[in-house]
């Protein structure tokens, strides 16, 4: 079970979330740092969608190992992985959304929480599918001749 982390590392751990994001490629990355919000219920909410469930699964997994090898810890509580439409993974200090795109834009948790301070996280370069490929050495087999 996760346990509270000190406040001052909750941005290190929203850091750590942003990564495992960028790993799976999750698009339009936001970090709201609620913590100077009165009666805000965590520090900060990380927030970003995929192109497909399979993609919000693959970056709710990719966040989940990114903080387990990091610091340790799993979510306190997690949900809606039964359909990927909106997983959410609870870190007490750090909530992580993960939408479909078509929820996020339903939901529009950035204009409900408008009042943080919010940091729009650049995209990960994606390497270009007509970049030169690295040239590979030909990988000869030993062919033995019968008799």
Request: with cysteine; hydrophobic share 40%.
């Amino acid at each position: 079970m996760a346990k509270r982390i000190k406040s001052e590392t909750s941005g290190m751990l929203a850091d750590i979330i942003v990564n495992g994001m960028q790993e799976k490629l999750g698009i339009n990355i936001v970090k709201l740092n609620l913590s100077g919000i009165p009666n805000s219920i965590t520090d900060y909410f990380v927030i970003c969608h995929g192109s497909s469930r399979s993609q919000v699964d693959a970056i709710a997994d990719s966040v989940q190992w990114e903080v387990k090898k990091a610091i340790g810890e799993l979510p306190s509580h997690k949900e809606g992985f039964e359909n990927c439409e909106w997983i959410l993974l609870d870190y007490f200090d750090v909530v992580v959304h993960i939408f479909e795109a078509e929820a996020r834009d339903f939901y529009q948790l950035e204009k409900l929480w408008a009042d943080a301070p919010r940091e729009d996280v650049k995209p990960v370069e994606q390497p270009s599918k007509t970049a030169a490929k690295p040239a590979v050495k030909p990988v000869l087999k030993r062919v033995s001749k019968k008799k």
